[in-house]
């Protein structure tokens, strides 16, 4: 009998197997666990700011320092996940892969146990400085070696799928950080959580962080890296050069979807709780539980948006979830102030519609050859991700003061740029999504 072969690339598929699965689960705990870790800083910015900043600082500075501190770990992330990447292409994914675990469990362990600017001094902030740089470090390196490591392992036919679920395992991690913060402000007083227990989720962070460094060392190198060492294909130059030199159409796309999955994510999840208390009325508790009610869809939606590009491709999928993100992320913000009950539908519906960035690692994936493809994705991902991670919420705020609905209206522009995406998706994706496993020998 004839074995099936996949539409677009002419390679056999099949099911996911146990050891596809076994792959899937490791690699999307330890991405949550690492998103756990270099998100629960933003839970405690402001105990941590009086505990590590000089007590006679003014509050303004204080903050303005801490966030410093956080947006530091935004802007390392190009430099780590780049150096991450230039050995994930040389020496192995795995090797890598378990690095930035190693790395991230390492730097929040230190966070935990930091002395403070009363013990040590202006010690204190250059420590914490320096272990929030090595946390985003490892996480320009998690996001995209973990993208490439589960699409050389599964079938052709089930990379959009499993990309979507790892992207699933990162916002789950950031609904644990907001859990975790929930609880530990619950169970201690105020004194209390500035006297120990905001020591506690950094310190649950690295534990559980050293277990992921645990539990992936029964993952196995890819068979795509495998075959690229048996056959001496491995890239022997700067593979970040040729990158650059012949996949800058790659690299284009790659930071386009990027701002796509960075401006949903950022406003939708993580500036929106702001909003519901400033611009909507509601209490910090109901936009907590709004927030994370819409984030458990957004973890369904990025599952389902990944199966989805697997069957009917790319271009056809970004083509008509821009028109669906750009009505459900706009009626929200338009009808979320009428009642508790209507906010809570229309979060479950936008945040489906926003788990269509589960589909963006499909195109990224498959726009870089297995030589280079770990380079090129951490490239274009991670400095895409600190241009316009880092602007959004920037931008989006500082046109609130113009117009009260310029969030609104810069996620019309963001799923008006999806859908434009698709339609040239839909035009040249044969000459951009090549195939997962090794193409024809390249003269580099």
Same mark, same amino acid.
């Not at 469990?105 to 009363?118: E, G």
């Not at 839909?426 to 003269?443: F, K, Q, T, V």
């Given at each position: 009998?004839?074995?099936?072969?996949?539409?677009? =690339?002419?390679?056999?598929? /099949?099911?996911?197997?146990?050891?596809?699965?076994?792959?899937?689960?490791?690699?999307?705990?330890?991405?949550?666990?690492?998103?756990?870790?270099?998100?629960?800083?933003?839970?405690?910015?402001?105990?941590?700011? #009086?505990?590590?900043?000089?007590?006679?600082?003014?509050?303004?500075?204080?903050?303005?320092?801490?966030?410093?501190?956080?947006?530091?770990?935004?802007? !390392?992330?190009?430099?780590?996940?780049?150096?991450?990447? #230039?050995?994930?292409?040389?020496?192995?994914?795995?090797?890598?892969?378990?690095? +930035?675990?190693?790395?991230?469990?390492?730097?929040?362990?230190?966070?935990?146990?930091?002395?403070?600017?009363?013990?040590?001094?202006?010690?204190?902030?250059?420590?914490?400085?320096?272990?929030?740089?090595?946390?985003?470090?490892?996480?320009?390196?998690?996001?995209?070696?973990?993208?490439?490591?589960?699409?050389? #392992?599964?079938?052709?036919?089930?990379?959009?799928?499993?990309?979507?679920?790892?992207?699933?395992?990162?916002?789950?991690?950031?609904?644990?950080?907001?859990?975790?913060?929930?609880?530990?402000?619950?169970?201690?007083?105020?004194?209390?959580?500035?006297?120990?227990?905001?020591?506690?989720?950094?310190?649950?962070?690295?534990?559980?962080?050293?277990?992921?460094?645990?539990?992936?060392?029964?993952?196995?190198?890819?068979?795509?890296?495998?075959?690229?060492?048996?056959?001496?294909?491995?890239?022997?130059?700067?593979?970040?050069?040729?990158?650059? /030199?012949? #996949?800058?159409?790659?690299?284009?796309?790659?930071?386009?979807? =990027?701002?796509?999955?960075?401006?949903?994510? !950022?406003?939708?999840?993580?500036?929106?709780?702001?909003?519901?208390?400033?611009?909507?009325?509601?209490?910090?508790?109901? +936009?907590?539980?709004? =927030?994370?009610?819409?984030?458990?869809?957004?973890?369904?939606?990025?599952?389902?948006?990944?199966?989805?590009?697997?069957?009917?491709?790319?271009?056809?999928?970004?083509?008509?979830?821009?028109?669906?993100?750009?009505?459900?992320?706009?009626?929200?913000?338009?009808?979320?102030?009428? +009642?508790?009950?209507?906010?809570?539908?229309?979060?479950?519906?936008?945040?489906?519609?926003?788990?269509?960035?589960?589909?963006?690692?499909? !195109?990224?994936? %498959?726009?870089?050859?297995?030589?280079?493809?770990?380079?090129?994705?951490?490239? +274009?991902?991670?400095?895409?991700?600190?241009?316009?991670?880092?602007?959004?919420?920037?931008?989006?705020?500082?046109?609130?003061?113009?117009?009260?609905?310029?969030?609104?209206?810069?996620?019309?522009?963001?799923?008006?740029?999806?859908?434009?995406?698709?339609?040239?998706?839909?035009?040249?994706?044969?000459?951009?999504?090549?195939?997962?496993?090794? %193409?024809?020998?390249?003269?580099?």
């Amino acid at each position: 009998m004839q074995a099936k072969l996949d539409g677009a =690339t002419g390679t056999p598929v /099949r099911s996911l197997n146990r050891d596809d699965i076994r792959v899937l689960g490791l690699s999307a705990l330890g991405g949550a666990l690492e998103f756990y870790d270099f998100i629960i800083f933003v839970f405690f910015a402001s105990v941590i700011g #009086h505990l590590f900043f000089p007590p006679d600082m003014p509050e303004w500075l204080v903050l303005i320092q801490t966030f410093g501190i956080f947006a530091a770990g935004y802007l !390392v992330r190009p430099l780590g996940g780049i150096l991450m990447a #230039h050995f994930g292409d040389r020496a192995g994914r795995k090797r890598v892969f378990t690095l +930035s675990v190693f790395l991230m469990a390492l730097s929040t362990l230190a966070m935990a146990c930091l002395p403070t600017y009363a013990a040590i001094g202006v010690l204190a902030p250059i420590l914490l400085i320096v272990f929030r740089m090595l946390q985003g470090a490892a996480i320009g390196g998690e996001v995209p070696g973990a993208w490439t490591f589960v699409a050389e #392992h599964v079938p052709a036919n089930r990379v959009g799928m499993a990309c979507g679920f790892l992207c699933s395992g990162l916002t789950f991690g950031i609904l644990l950080g907001s859990f975790i913060a929930a609880g530990i402000n619950w169970a201690f007083s105020p004194e209390e959580v500035a006297s120990f227990a905001w020591r506690i989720p950094f310190f649950i962070g690295g534990v559980f962080g050293l277990l992921g460094v645990y539990l992936r060392r029964w993952l196995s190198e890819t068979p795509i890296f495998l075959e690229m060492k048996a056959s001496n294909r491995l890239q022997k130059s700067l593979p970040l050069k040729i990158v650059l /030199r012949d #996949h800058l159409h790659g690299v284009v796309i790659s930071a386009l979807l =990027t701002w796509i999955l960075s401006a949903g994510i !950022v406003v939708t999840t993580l500036m929106t709780s702001t909003f519901l208390q400033k611009l909507y009325g509601y209490s910090p508790l109901e +936009s907590l539980l709004a =927030t994370s009610f819409g984030s458990l869809f957004l973890i369904v939606g990025t599952v389902s948006a990944g199966a989805l590009v697997d069957r009917i491709g790319s271009g056809r999928f970004f083509a008509v979830a821009g028109v669906v993100f750009g009505i459900a992320t706009f009626a929200f913000y338009t009808y979320a102030g009428v +009642s508790l009950q209507v906010l809570f539908a229309l979060y479950a519906v936008m945040g489906l519609s926003v788990g269509m960035v589960g589909a963006t690692p499909y !195109v990224m994936v %498959r726009s870089f050859p297995a030589e280079v493809r770990f380079s090129g994705l951490s490239f +274009s991902y991670n400095v895409a991700y600190a241009i316009f991670g880092g602007l959004t919420p920037v931008v989006v705020t500082s046109l609130l003061a113009v117009n009260p609905m310029a969030h609104a209206w810069y996620l019309v522009f963001i799923a008006v740029l999806t859908t434009a995406l698709g339609f040239y998706l839909m035009r040249y994706s044969e000459r951009l999504e090549g195939d997962i496993g090794l %193409r024809p020998a390249l003269a580099y």
